[in-house]
């Protein structure tokens, strides 16, 4: 228990550590949907339309 | 065409990195956090006050890295009109803004028992704010055109532009009086700060900085694959 007190300064330190992992997997879980759902939706317009190969697309805007 | 072959070359080596900064990320948080909240000492003046550092120092090294990636990204965008370099900074910049909230807050804890304020308009911490500012302006601005090239190549004069930032917030501490202390790692002399303080930095910085990889790769093939299914449904509509 002396050790959670941080010499008095829990107030400033735990919430500290709580912020920056709260943002930190924040971003992390906000990154990873991003990949998963253009990912997932691009396999299935891929499937649905077997005549667009999506290797040979282009992406720069013409 | 050969925008295609650079792609998929690049995609590849990102897909091939990835699970080893996952892992190395994966493995260094809970080593860095150890050190950082157990095994490192008490500072003699600041108490255990000192142990925020370890997660304020690596986020401002994560959030001036992630500018710079941005600010590079954009240059090459504007310069050879890369896609690549447009997803890249895009990518980046929700990053950058969540490094630096982690900056401006974790920083805010730390000066309320050390300097008697959570917040002062010092050279220092304005700066990093006008940095989580640019961030913002830049996600703002590069969304706000129907066409994302138009919108990168907005958000990439921005990104250049705001780059005039960095060299300012590295050097704030030297060049104006301010009550945000100078770096005690980057000196001439090398670091001022004692090995047993500057182990769980380095690691967690390490932690920072694989996890930032890890979260581009992420964002870039979300991105890519986004644009990729833009070009499907204007090709379908035009069909």
Redesign the interface.
Known sequence: ME?FS????AA??W???G???L??V???I???S??????A??IC?CQN?SD?E????????K | MHHISNMNRFFCIANAILPIFCVVSAGMFPVGLYYALIESPADYQQGDTVRIMYVHVPAAWGAMICYLTMAMASAVFLIYNQPLANLAARAAAPIGAGFTLIVLVTGSFWGQPVWGTGWVWDARLTSVLILFFLYLGYIALANAFEDPDRGGRAGAVLALVGAINLPIIKFSVDWWNTLHQSSSLWRIRGPSIVPEMLLPLLLMGCAYFSLFVVMMILRLRGLYAGRLLRQMRIAAASR
Not at chain 1, 54 to 61: L, R
């Open positions: 050790y941080m010499g008095g300064y400033y330190v919430p500290s550590y912020i920056a992992m943002i930190l924040g971003l992390l906000n990154s990873w991003i990949t998963r759902r253009y990912e939706d691009l317009m339309r667009i999506p290797v040979s697309i282009d992406i720069t805007e």
